[in-house]
């Protein structure tokens, strides 16, 4: 069963400019998760889609928005970019059957403002 | 607002020894406790969770215990070898339909 996928791999924007990322979930899962990972910063919750809903949203300002398609891809939006917002935007995908609700990260975007 | 917190923030082993890492947790509703390991340039993977019905589980040279009472788990690897090298995560969470709080990582570092 592939893995999750996202794309592109890499970015590069210039401040101001708006960013569209996508997440391919494993086939079958429900629940798209992202976050953003910086330098010493860990991992921090952006949100999460569940049959095409947000179902929990993190801190962020609302530049960061995303959405979840009927077959359960997801995309998030980031608008107005700042310097600040260079990071590796990770998404994970869950199945949420069952008890089931581990979650598998994709390799991640790596994105660069400059 | 519920928490996670994991010590050390580095750890340095031999190889051939053991390595911990633990958490504390806050939310004393949480039942699901997800370890997940992080090579560079790779997104996290998950490597062995446990959920609250369970006080330990092992899956070959890692474990990982849970004491409910005291809301912390570790992480146990036995007999270290180089590829151990990464970033490891804690994360704890309710279950479905809540998300994951993370903790801040552990940079564990194989010395040969």
């Known amino acids: 069963k592939a893995g999750v996928t996202q794309t592109p791999r890499y970015l590069i924007k210039t401040r101001g400019q708006q960013v569209t990322l996508s997440c391919s979930p494993i086939?079958?899962?429900?629940?798209v998760s992202w976050y953003q990972q910086t330098p010493g910063q860990g991992l921090q919750f952006l949100f999460e889609?569940?049959?095409?809903?947000?179902?929990n949203k993190g801190n962020f300002p609302g530049r960061f928005s995303g959405r979840q398609f009927s077959n359960s891809r997801s995309e998030m939006n980031v608008s107005t970019l700042e310097l600040g917002d260079s990071a590796l935007y990770l998404c994970?995908?869950?199945?949420?059957?069952?008890?089931?609700?581990?979650?598998?990260f994709g390799p991640g975007t790596r994105l660069t403002v400059t | 607002g519920e928490n996670v917190e994991q010590h050390p923030s580095t750890l340095s082993v031999q190889e051939g020894d053991s390595a911990v890492i633990k958490c504390t947790y806050s939310?004393?509703?949480?039942?699901?406790f997800p370890w997940y390991k992080q090579e560079l340039g790779k997104g996290p993977q998950l490597i062995i969770d446990i959920r609250s019905n369970v006080g330990e589980k092992k899956d070959q040279r890692i474990a990982v215990t849970l004491n409910k009472t005291a809301k912390h788990f570790s992480l146990h690897i036995t007999e270290t070898q180089p590829e151990d090298s990464a970033v490891y995560f804690c994360a704890a969470s309710r279950g479905s339909n809540y998300q994951l709080i993370w903790g801040a990582g552990t940079k564990l570092i194989i010395k040969p």
């Open positions: 994970a995908s869950s199945l949420e059957v069952g008890g089931d609700y581990e979650q598998y």
């Open positions: 086939s079958g899962h429900r629940s």
């Open positions: 889609y569940f049959s095409e809903t947000q179902r």
């Open positions: 939310d004393s509703a949480s039942n699901y």
